[in-house]
């Protein structure tokens, strides 16, 4: 994944809000923001090359000493940034680093 120029569509503004993720975002009360701080300022911790139309990857944010997790494709071609979902992850399915599956 190109993280720099991921960073660089959130701060263009290139961001395709997936209504799947807007949907989910108002649900769990998590805000734009969120996200995009959690892209800008995250880790990348899993990577999914082959999907399509576009490569994405799951970002690790923290936001108040919480996980954030943030599903991204990116369309390097044109430089935008598709938000897929967004979810705080619990310790039922991630390690307490909540990097790591279990």
Do not use: C
């Not at 959130?10 to 649900?27: D, K, N, P, Y």
């Not at 944010?61 to 979902?85: C, M, N, Q, S």
């Not at 979810?87 to 909540?98: A, R, V």
């Amino acid at each position: 994944m190109d993280k720099k120029g991921i960073q660089s569509a959130v701060e263009a503004g290139t961001i395709e809000w997936q209504r799947h993720s807007l949907e989910r975002m108002f649900e769990r009360r998590i805000s734009r923001e969120q996200v995009k701080q959690s892209i800008v300022n995250g880790t990348i911790i899993e990577e999914y090359p082959d999907d399509t139309p576009y490569p994405s990857a799951l970002f690790l944010g923290w936001f108040e000493g919480k996980p954030l997790h943030v599903v991204a494709a990116y369309d390097a071609e044109f430089g935008r940034l598709h938000i897929i979902t967004a979810y705080i992850p619990d310790l039922g399915h991630f390690e307490t680093d909540y990097k790591t599956r279990r």
